[in-house]
């Protein structure tokens, strides 16, 4: 009887690694539907927005833990333009956690999608490095919504981070002022089964993009393949 509660044991031990990647590769799934999904609202992100974004971070099924106050978590992808300037196409994933802040998700348990658009290189590198304070260590404003929408409004030109949200079937930009963005790397290691940075997956191309991340970066590669901003 012991021998077997071993072996059960051991084989639990054996699985656990699988299991924990492949509950990243579905996050990394469904990231990308939910960007598919986005992009197919006829009132969605402006064009000239997407198309000036150095990153994108989508955190799927963002969960209020706190009766109608408090805080928020979620986990979700953030994707570059390839190359230190961000004018490759759009890359390799690596996790993100979204922590802290109370901004407006319905009460009871109602998922909310969240899009965050980082419009400048000193954003994403902020980001990709350590853990960041949105409206305190980088500007953040709710991003415009609309095809006919233009990114030269003082509030986007302002902003190094437009955020988005979509729950109950709508979508808006919202404000994510308050709580905290940060790469999530124990995450990284069970999505590609070692130890990897962010910053390394991002500007050292240290891996590929799993086979999940597919319909993210085919999607945003469709939409918008060539970076239109300045900086």
Known sequence: MKRVCAVFVLLIIAAAPVLAQKKEQDRVANAGNVMKEILN?????????????????VLPSVIKFAFGFGGSYGRGVMTCRGGEDFKGPWGAP????????????????QATDFVLLLMSPRSARSILD?????????????????????????????????????????????????????????????????????????????VTAPEPAKILLSELNKKSPTNKSNG
């Open 41 to 57: 609202i006829p009132d969605d992100i402006p064009q000239s927005v997407i198309d000036k974004a150095d990153c994108i971070v």
């Open 94 to 109: 690596t996790m993100m956690a979204l922590e802290g802040g109370s901004f407006g998700l319905q009460i009871g348990g």
């Open 130 to 206: 350590s853990k960041v304070k949105l409206g305190a260590d980088i500007s953040a404003a709710a991003g415009p919504v609309g095809r006919n929408a233009s990114a030269e409004t003082d509030v986007t030109l302002r902003a190094e981070i437009l955020s988005y949200s979509r729950s109950r079937g709508l979508f808006a930009g919202i404000s994510l002022s308050g709580s905290t963005l940060r790469p999530d790397n124990g995450a990284n290691k069970k999505l590609y089964g070692r130890n990897v940075s962010a910053h390394d997956i991002v500007f050292n191309n240290e």
